[in-house]
T-cell receptor
Framework: DVKVTQSSRYLVKRTGEKVFLECVQD?????MFWYRQDPGLGLRLIYF???????EKGDIPEGYSVSREKKERFSLILESASTNQTSMYLC????????????FGPGTRLTVL | AQSVAQPEDQVNVAEGNPLTVKCTYS??????LFWYVQYPNRGLQFLLK??????LVKGSYGFEAEFNKSQTSFHLKKPSALVSDSALYFC?????????FGAGTTVTVRA
C-alpha cells in the first residue's frame, strides 16, 4: 500500500513564525502536492513538484514556498505565518501521468494565533 | 479551465436507501474524473476514477459512478447506504497532473 506521512497532525504557531510542514512518501512517486482544505472551499492546490528540485505554483501559492531535495520528501514552508493561514494542510503523491491516482496523507491541522 | 461542481452541500439518507452524490464537470478535452472520501480527522481516500471506456465505474466500499457526457455529470452512487458511509465526499477533475476539487458534499446516513 502507498503510504504518505505528514510530520504533525496538529500544530499551533504564532503570527510571524516560520513554519515547516513535512511530507514523506514511500512509493517512489514522481509527483508530490500540497493542498489546503477549508470548509466550503474544498481542496486548493498550493504547490506541486514533478521531480526533485522542480516545483510549480498552484492556485494559491502566495505566502508559501516549498522544497524538494529528495524524491520522497516534499516540504511546505510558511515564511511568516499569518492567521489566515490557519487551515488543514494535505500532502499527496502520484506516480506520473494525469490519469494516476493521488494518494493523500492524514493532514496537518495548523492553527496560527 | 477544468472545474467540477458539487451542487449539494449536504445529503441525508436513511440506512438501506440508495445514496447519490452529484457532480458536474467543465473541461476542455477528455475528462479524467475522480471521487474521494474523507472520514472525520482523516486524509482523503480514493474511491474510483473514470478515464475512458465503460460509463459505469465501480470502486471501493460498494460505490459506483456513472459518467454522462451529454449531461457533463459524474454522480456517485451506492445502492444501499450504511451508517458508516457518513463522511465528506469530493469530486475532482485532473488537469495537467493536478486535481481540481469540488467544494465537497457531507453525507449523513441515519440509522
Amino acid at each position: 500500500d502507498v503510504k504518505v506521512t505528514q510530520s504533525s497532525r496538529y500544530l499551533v504557531k504564532r503570527t510571524g513564525e516560520k513554519v515547516f510542514l513535512e511530507c514523506v512518501q514511500d512509493m517512489d512517486h514522481e509527483n508530490m502536492f500540497w493542498y489546503r482544505q477549508d470548509p466550503g472551499l474544498g481542496l486548493r492546490l498550493i504547490y506541486f513538484s514533478y521531480d526533485v528540485k522542480m516545483k510549480e505554483k498552484g492556485d494559491i501559492p502566495e505566502g508559501y514556498s516549498v522544497s524538494r531535495e529528495k524524491k520522497e520528501r516534499f516540504s511546505l514552508i510558511l515564511e511568516s505565518a499569518s492567521t489566515n493561514q490557519t487551515s488543514m494542510y494535505l500532502c499527496a503523491s502520484s506516480p506520473d501521468s494525469s490519469t494516476d491516482t493521488q494518494y493523500f496523507g492524514p493532514g496537518t491541522r495548523l492553527t496560527v494565533l | 479551465a477544468q472545474s467540477v461542481a458539487q451542487p449539494e452541500d449536504q445529503v441525508n439518507v436513511a440506512e438501506g436507501n440508495p445514496l447519490t452524490v452529484k457532480c458536474t464537470y467543465s473541461v476542455s478535452g477528455n475528462p479524467y474524473l475522480f471521487w474521494y472520501v474523507q472520514y472525520p480527522n482523516r486524509g482523503l481516500q480514493f474511491l474510483l476514477k473514470y478515464i475512458t471506456g465503460d460509463n459505469l465505474v465501480k470502486g471501493s466500499y460498494g460505490f459506483e459512478a456513472e459518467f454522462n457526457k451529454s449531461q457533463t455529470s459524474f454522480h456517485l452512487k451506492k445502492p444501499s447506504a450504511l451508517v458508516s458511509d457518513s463522511a465528506l465526499y469530493f469530486c475532482a477533475v485532473s488537469r495537467d497532473y493536478k486535481l481540481s476539487f469540488g467544494a465537497g458534499t457531507t453525507v449523513t446516513v441515519r440509522a
